[in-house]
C-alpha cells in the first residue's frame, strides 16, 4: 500500500520515491499547503480569494493557468481538518463537505496527486476543538481521523500535540504524552485508512526527540515500523526562523531513526520550506509542507529565490526560470495588464511562482543526489547561500562538519 | 583657443617627495626596487657622521640599470613599471630629500654613475636638480649601489631612533620582506636582505639578516596541558579564491593566514601595538596595507587571526598605506568573497574546538580567583555567626532554613549573595559547605557555571530533565558530568571525580 524507496545518496541526503497505492512521488519534496474548502459552494471550488486561483491551478482552469498544464507543481498538496472551519461555516456546510472525498467532487476529480491530511493539531488544540457558526466540535484522535478519511487522503498523520520552546519541562512530558497515546490509538485503526500512516514526533534536539520515541513506543502495541510509514517532525514552526535548531532538530530526529532501526521511513517536516529546505535536505529530510508560498503572494510578495523576495511590482521576470514567468499571459497577470483582473487573479498567479521557486530548487537537489556526490551538493549549498550573511554560517558549518571539510588535516602543509 | 595645463615640475617634486610621513619608507622603496630588479642580495647600510647626517647605502645584486632605467629613477611618473610597486615613478623620489645621491649601476657590460647634488637644497630654492651620468665598460656582474647623503625625511630622519628591533620588524610587517607571496608560487624569488646600522646607531646586536618571506609561528594544534589555549596555532594553507564581476572580469584573492592564541602570536614580529596588528589585512604585492576585520563578523574577536589576502587589482594611495577604490564594485567583491572564506575559517571545527577550550580555561582560572574570594566570605560568615539577611532572596533563603526543620539532616543557609556563582554557604552536620541555591537545577547549567567550588545543590525542583541529558551527553565544560536522580547526586569530571548531592525541596516540603 505504501513504500519507500531511497534511489540515491549524497552524504546524509537521499533521493526518494514515495510509492502510496498507485501514486508515485519523488522526494525530497514540499507539500504546498492548500484550502480545499474556504466557505464556498462547488462552483466556486468551496472558496474564494487566492486560495480559490491556486485551486483552479490545480483543477486546471484554463482561464486561470493560460491554458498550460501547471498540475507538476501539485504533484503532493498538505491541507488539514482545521481548516475546514477556516470560514466560519455552518454545521451544514461542514457535513455537505465531508460527504463526499475531495476527488469525488467533479471539480477535482481530475486531481491525481497525493493529498496530505494533516490533523491540525496546533490550530486544533488552541481552538479547544474545530468551531464554525453553529457548532462546536471537541475533536479527539478519533474524531479528528474519521474528518481526515472523510478527505480522502493518501496520508494522514495522528492528531498531535505541539511543544513550544517556552513550555515547562512537565508540560512539554505532557503534551508528548497525550501524543503518545494519540499516535497508539490512531494506530489501532490504521486498518481503515487506505494509504499511508505517519507518525508524529516532537523535540528539538536528541534527549527531547528520545523521550518523544519512547513514549509512543512504550504506548504502541507494536513496533512503529509496523504501525506507521513514515516520520512527522512536528513543533518547528515557532522556531522557523533559527536555522541552527532546525538543522540540530532533524538531523537528531534521523539520528534517533537511525539508533532505533527506522532509517528506512520517510521523514516528514511539518510547517517548514524557504530557505531552510536545503539545509534539512542536507541532513536527510524527504518531505516539507508550507503555505509560504501562498502567504507571501497574499502579502504582495514575488519570491527571488529561495532567500529573497521583492514587491511584485519590482520583480523581474526576465530573470526568472520558472514556467509561470516564462509565461506572457501570467507575466500580464502580475503586471496587472489585463482587463478586469482582480487581486486573486494577480497573486494567484503569483503564488504558481513562488510555489514553482521553492519546488525548483528540490528539484536541482533531486538531481545532484541523483549523482551520489556530496561534493556537489556541498557546491551547490555554498552557492546557495554565499549572500545570505547571517544564514551562511549555518551552511557553512553544516558542509565543514558534515559534507566536506573546508580545511582538511592534509591541505594544511604549506607548499 | 586651447590651452594645455601646466605642471610646476620643482613643486610636484616636494610634493610627492614630503608624501613619505615613515622615514622607513626608504626602506620598503628599496626593498621593492631591488626585488623587481631581480636581486638575490640586498644590503643596506644606514650611516650617521660626526656631524650627525646620515647616509643610506643601498646594493644588490639585481640587474642594474641602463640610462633609461636611471631616468625612470629620477624622473617623476616615469616608471618602466606597469601595475607593480613604484609604477608610478613616486618612490624613488623620497631620495630627493637629501643632500646628494649617487646611483652606480651595472648591467649588460656598461657601468653608470650618476650623481645628483643637492637635491632637496634646490627644490626649495625653486630649482630643478639635474643628474651627470658617466658610462664605462666593465666585465662586473650586474648590480646596483645607490648612497643617499644628508638623508632626511617626514618629520627628520633621526637614525639614533631606530634600532635594529624596530626595523626588523618593519621590514616583516610593512615590505616585501613581510611578503606572502611565496605560499602562491608564480613569480616568487627568493632575497636575502641584510641591514647593517652603524654602532653610533645601535650597537646592541648584530646586522639584520633575514628574508622575504612572513613566516607564521609554528603549528600547534593540540597541545597538552592544563593552560594550553594560548600556545595553539593553526595554519590555513594558501587558497586563491576567484570572483566574477557583473562586467566578466575575474579577480584573484590570494588568502593564506593562520589563527592562534596568545603566545602563538607573540612569536609574530611586530610594528606599532601588537595587539591592534591582527586580523585580516588586505595587501597588494603580497605587502600588507590595511585591515578588514568586518570578514570575520561581530561573533568573532579579531585578535585570534591573522591571515593575510592579496589581490592587484586593488589600487593604493601615492604613499601605499591607503586603498584608493574602495567605493568600486572590485572592493566590493574582494571583501564579499573575503567574507565568506573568513565564514569558512570560523566555522573550521578546529577553530571551534579552540574557541571553546579558550573559554573552559579562562573559566578554570576565574575559578581559582574565586576560591580565595570564598575563604574570605566564609571567614565572614564565622565571625558573624550566620546569616544576616540583606534582600529579599536572603530572607526567602532564612525562611527555607525554617521550612528544613525537622529534615534528617541539619541544613542552614549561612550566607546568601544572589549575584555570586555560588550562591549560597550552607551550615550542615558536615560543616560549611559551598552550595548553588536554584530555582530549577537545569538553570544553573544553562549558565555554564564552574563546578568547582560547588559542594552541594539546593534547588526546587530538578526542571528540565531533557536538557540535563542533553548537558550529560555533549559533556559539561569540557569534562563528563552524569546526573544520578535516583541517588540525588550529579558526578562531574575524568579523573578527579567529584559528587556533588542535590537536595530537590519540592519533594520534601
Known amino acids: 500500500m505504501a513504500s519507500f524507496d531511497v534511489v540515491a545518496e549524497a552524504g546524509e541526503a537521499r533521493r526518494g520515491q514515495l510509492q502510496i497505492n498507485d501514486r508515485t512521488l519523488e522526494t525530497p519534496h514540499l507539500f504546498p499547503v492548500i484550502n480545499f474548502y474556504g466557505g464556498g459552494n462547488e462552483g466556486a471550488l468551496f472558496g474564494g480569494g487566492v486560495h480559490r486561483t491556486i485551486k483552479e491551478f490545480l483543477a486546471h482552469d484554463n482561464e486561470v493557468t493560460g491554458g498550460e498544464d501547471y498540475s507538476d507543481l501539485f504533484n503532493g498538496v498538505m491541507t488539514s481538518i482545521s481548516s475546514l472551519a477556516d470560514y466560519g461555516i455552518r454545521e451544514k456546510k461542514l457535513e455537505w463537505y465531508l460527504d463526499n472525498e475531495i476527488r469525488e467532487w467533479d471539480c477535482f476529480s481530475d486531481y491525481d496527486g497525493m493529498i496530505f491530511a494533516d490533523s491540525g493539531g496546533y490550530k486544533i488544540l488552541k481552538q479547544g476543538g474545530l468551531e464554525g457558526e453553529d457548532f462546536e466540535k471537541d475533536i479527539d484522535q478519533d474524531k479528528a481521523l474519521d474528518i481526515q478519511l472523510d478527505l480522502g487522503p493518501d496520508i494522514v498523520v495522528n492528531l498531535d500535540h505541539p511543544i513550544h520552546p517556552d513550555d515547562e519541562f512537565e508540560e512539554r512530558i505532557e503534551k508528548m504524552e497525550q501524543t503518545a497515546a494519540n499516535a497508539a490509538r490512531f494506530a489501532e485503526r490504521r486498518d481503515e485508512v487506505n494509504g499511508a500512516c505517519y507518525l508524529t514526533v516532537h523535540g528539538y534536539y536528541e534527549a527531547m526527540l528520545e523521550r518523544s520515541f519512547d513514549l509512543i513506543e512504550d504506548e504502541l502495541a507494536e513496533p512503529i515500523p509496523e504501525a506507521f510509514d513514515g516520520i512527522a517532525l512536528g513543533s518547528l514552526v515557532p522556531r522557523k526562523d533559527n536555522v541552527e535548531v532546525l538543522v540540530e532538530a532533524v538531523s537528531d530526529c534521523k539520528r534517533e531513526m537511525q539508533q532505533r532501526g527506522y532509517d528506512d521511513l520517510p521523514l516528514h517536516v511539518l510547517g517548514i520550506s524557504g530557505n531552510a529546505m536545503p539545509l534539512l535536505v542536507a541532513v536527510g529530510a524527504d518531505t516539507f509542507d508550507s503555505a509560504s508560498y501562498l502567504h507571501q503572494a497574499i502579502n504582495g510578495k514575488y519570491c527571488v529565490n529561495l532567500f529573497e523576495t521583492v514587491p511584485i511590482d519590482e520583480a523581474n521576470f526576465d530573470d526568472c526560470e520558472c514556467r509561470i514567468c516564462n509565461d506572457d499571459f501570467h507575466r500580464a497577470r502580475m503586471r496587472n495588464e489585463m482587463d478586469d483582473l482582480y487581486q486573486k487573479d494577480i497573486l494567484g498567479s503569483v503564488a504558481a511562482h513562488n510555489l514553482a521557486v521553492q519546488q525548483r530548487e528540490l528539484r536541482k537537489f533531486r538531481q545532484l543526489i541523483a549523482e551520489a556526490d556530496k561534493e556537489r551538493v556541498a557546491e551547490y549549498l555554498e552557492e546557495a547561500v554565499k549572500d545570505q550573511k547571517g544564514f551562511r554560517k549555518f551552511a557553512y558549518q553544516l558542509i565543514n562538519e558534515r559534507i566536506n571539510p573546508y580545511f582538511e588535516e592534509t591541505d594544511t602543509t604549506y607548499a | ?509
Not at chain 2, 643637492?118 to 639635474?130: F, G, H
Not at chain 2, 594550553?228 to 584573484?252: G, I, N, Q, W
Not at chain 2, 525562611?399 to 526543620?405: G, V
Open chain 2, 1 to 509: 583657443m586651447h590651452k594645455t595645463p601646466q605642471v610646476n615640475e620643482v613643486n610636484e617634486f616636494i610634493e610627492i617627495a614630503s608624501d613619505f610621513e615613515d622615514p622607513l619608507e626608504v626602506i620598503r622603496e628599496a626593498l621593492s626596487n631591488s626585488y623587481d630588479a631581480g636581486a638575490t642580495q640586498v644590503d643596506i647600510k644606514i650611516e650617521q657622521d660626526a656631524e650627525g647626517r646620515n647616509t643610506l647605502i643601498i646594493k644588490d645584486d639585481g640587474h642594474g640599470m641602463d640610462e633609461d632605467d636611471l631616468s625612470s629613477f629620477f624622473d617623476l611618473g616615469n616608471s618602466n613599471k606597469d601595475d607593480a610597486i613604484g609604477y608610478k615613478g613616486h618612490g624613488t623620489k623620497i631620495y630627493y630629500k637629501s643632500d646628494k645621491i649617487r646611483v652606480e649601476t651595472v648591467t649588460d657590460g656598461t657601468r653608470i654613475e650618476s650623481v645628483m647634488d643637492q637635491p632637496w637644497a634646490k627644490l626649495n630654492d625653486r630649482e630643478l636638480p639635474t643628474y651627470s651620468i658617466e658610462e664605462t665598460e666593465s666585465d662586473e656582474p650586474s648590480r646596483t649601489r645607490i648612497e643617499v647623503h644628508g638623508f632626511r625625511a617626514g618629520q627628520g630622519f633621526d637614525p639614533r631612533k631606530l634600532t635594529y628591533n624596530k626595523i626588523e620588524h618593519y621590514i616583516k610587517w610593512k615590505t616585501i620582506g613581510g611578503s606572502t607571496a611565496w605560499h602562491f608560487g608564480d613569480d616568487f624569488h627568493e632575497m636575502d636582505i641584510n641591514v647593517e646600522l652603524s654602532p653610533t646607531i645601535d650597537d646592541t646586536q648584530d646586522q639584520i639578516e633575514t628574508d622575504n618571506r612572513l613566516q607564521f609561528p609554528p603549528e600547534n594544534r593540540d597541545p597538552e596541558g592544563e593552560f594550553v589555549a594560548e600556545e595553539m596555532c593553526k595554519h590555513y594553507p594558501p587558497r586563491e579564491l576567484t570572483v566574477t564581476l557583473d562586467d566578466s572580469r575575474e579577480l584573484t584573492i590570494e588568502v593564506v593566514g593562520m589563527v592562534g592564541g596568545k603566545e602563538a602570536r607573540n612569536k609574530l614580529p611586530t610594528y606599532g601595538k601588537h595587539s591592534a596588528q591582527f586580523g585580516i589585512w588586505l595587501a597588494k604585492d603580497h605587502i600588507k596595507v590595511e585591515r578588514y576585520n568586518d570578514a570575520i563578523g561581530a561573533d568573532n574577536e579579531f585578535f585570534h587571526f591573522f591571515f593575510i589576502a592579496n589581490c592587484q587589482d586593488l589600487e593604493l594611495s601615492a604613499n601605499r598605506e591607503k586603498i584608493r577604490n574602495k567605493s568600486g564594485d572590485v572592493y566590493q567583491s574582494i571583501t564579499d568573497e573575503l567574507n565568506r572564506y573568513m565564514t569558512k575559517v570560523c566555522q573550521d571545527s578546529w577553530y571551534r574546538n579552540y574557541i571553546e577550550r579558550r573559554k573552559l580555561e579562562n573559566k578554570q582560572r576565574s575559578i581559582q580567583s574565586q576560591g580565595s574570594s570564598l575563604e574570605e566570605r566564609l571567614q565572614h560568615t564565622k565571625d558573624q555567626g550566620g546569616l544576616s539577611p540583606s534582600n529579599p532572596a536572603e530572607v526567602i533563603a532564612a525562611l527555607e532554613r525554617y521550612s528544613a526543620n525537622g529534615s534528617p539532616e541539619t541544613l542552614e543557609i549561612a550566607d546568601f549573595r544572589l549575584d555570586e556563582e555560588v550562591n549560597a554557604i550552607v551550615d550542615t552536620d558536615e560543616g560549611y559547605k559551598n552550595a548553588a541555591l536554584q530555582v530549577k537545577l537545569s538553570d544553573f547549567f544553562e549558565n555554564e557555571t564552574p563546578l568547582t567550588h560547588i559542594d552541594r545543590f539546593i534547588c526546587w525542583k530538578l526542571g528540565d530533565l531533557d536538557a540535563l541529558t542533553k548537558i550529560e551527553r555533549s559533556s559539561y565544560l569540557g569534562k563528563p558530568i552524569r546526573f544520578d536522580f535516583s541517588n540525588n547526586e550529579v558526578t562531574y569530571g575524568d579523573e578527579n571525580k567529584k559528587t556533588i548531592p542535590v537536595l530537590e525541596l519540592a519533594d520534601k516540603v
